[in-house]
């Protein structure tokens, strides 16, 4: 028995001596060293301020690159003094290490090339962060035909057509189009490439949701609106109807099968809306028909789409406590309460006393003070549920 006690405790040994060796092998057999470049502008001669200004643009560059992003955070928030300040909080544990390979102080700008190590998965969730909830990125492929050889008599008729795809169509770009009225930032996947509709077709089938999470990844969207247009030419012109009648136009059923998706705190994806609806079409060509059928499904799915849209951004708004200071009047917190309320997605804004007012707003508070900064506030510190600034 003790025999078997001893080899037991060598083998539980061995394996566990193994695990130790493996644990630095698999704790960095994710990170990904790429070599990128910053740039700053140097400040009254404040070169090492500018200095770590321009590595910390490189490891944020690192980490776009790393998760592939299709859309720059400096073109998200366009103070890119924001930016730094969301990479100083979201890069703890991002980049596990840097060195720096080139530096050129420039007069006006200081330039750095790094090499920066960054682990994904957590690239992931710091750009996430700069997600915004108003955000769209849109991709509905449509299905449609093409005339290869088409005959017609008095006596019969006959037609023959092929598939293509058309990842732009007057249903995507009218819905486009009425989602920016509306004021929401809308990113069209399709000139990208980023993905195609065979891919589309199928996540939607078999419900793979990592490929539609990942366009949020690329685009910095919390929202996707996805789908797929397709069609059956339900009667041919000529075809015999009855009575000794034929049919004088093709009559063509399209139908759009959609999902309108987000994600909540974990990650996790929440389908806003999601149906099939179907539209038909009538022309003296088989085209023809089918863009009549796919613009009138247009005008029908876009007020279902705008509904569920503003539910969402209702839904998610959360109350900021906004502090200002340099307020010593009522004619001047009213002011500030109006600018508030003038600001872009903020659905309310409630006086509490002098210099503190409470702000609906449904994006990070991030964007917020963007468009704060830009109107005479100057930001003095904020959490994610509240805001100190100081009004010039």
């Known amino acids: 028995m003790q025999k078997y006690n001893l080899k037991f405790k060598v083998v539980f040994f061995s394996f566990f001596l193994l695990m ?33 200004e321009a590595i910390a643009r490189a490891k944020w560059s690192a980490i776009e690159q790393t998760v592939g992003v299709e859309v720059k955070a400096e073109s998200v928030v366009q103070n890119m003094a924001m930016v730094d300040d969301a990479v100083i909080k979201q890069i703890r544990g991002v980049i596990t290490g840097y060195k720096v390979l080139k530096e050129d102080n420039r007069q006006d700008t200081f330039w750095v090339r790094i090499n920066a190590c960054v682990e994904p998965t957590k690239a992931q969730d710091a750009l996430m962060s700069l997600a915004m909830n108003n955000s769209v990125a849109v991709f509905i492929p449509a299905r449609k035909p093409k005339v290869v050889s088409e005959y017609e008599s008095k006596r019969s008729s006959y037609l023959q057509t092929t598939d293509e795809y058309e990842e732009t169509n007057i249903l995507s770009e009218s819905l486009i189009g009425r989602l920016i009225e509306q004021g929401y930032q809308v990113v069209d996947v ?51 109807v009855g009575y000794g009648l034929s049919m004088p136009f093709h009559n063509v059923t399209v139908r759009l099968t959609y999902r309108l998706i987000t994600r909540d705190n974990t990650g996790k994806n929440i389908i806003l809306s999601a149906g099939a609806e179907e539209e038909k079409g009538m022309a003296g060509s088989v085209e023809d028909a089918t863009e009549k059928g796919i613009k009138a499904l247009g005008e029908k799915i876009t007020p279902i789409i705008m509904e569920a849209m503003a539910k969402h951004i209702k839904g998610i708004s959360k109350k900021i406590t906004m502090s200002v200071k340099g307020i010593l009047d009522i004619n001047t917190n009213f002011q500030v309460k109006e600018t508030l309320q003038n600001t872009a997605w903020v659905t309310s804004v409630e006086e509490k006393k002098l210099g503190e007012f409470l702000v609906v707003y449904p994006e990070n508070v991030v964007y917020l003070i963007n468009s704060l900064v830009q109107r005479n506030f100057k930001l003095i510190n904020f959490t994610g549920y509240s805001v100190t600034m100081e009004y010039k």
Not at 220 to 230: E, F
């Open 20 to 52: 130790c060796l493996a644990l630095p092998f698999f704790s960095w057999a994710g990170v990904k060293c790429i070599d990128t470049e910053g740039e700053a502008i140097i400040v009254n001669n404040d070169v090492p301020s500018s200095k770590t």
């Open 190 to 240: 399709a000139p990208t490439h980023a993905i195609d509709a065979a891919a589309i077709e199928n996540a939607m089938k078999s419900g793979n949701y990592m490929t539609l999470r990942s366009l949020m990844y690329k685009f910095l969207s919390n929202v996707l609106l996805i789908g797929k247009i397709d069609y059956t030419i339900s009667t041919k012109k000529g075809a015999d």
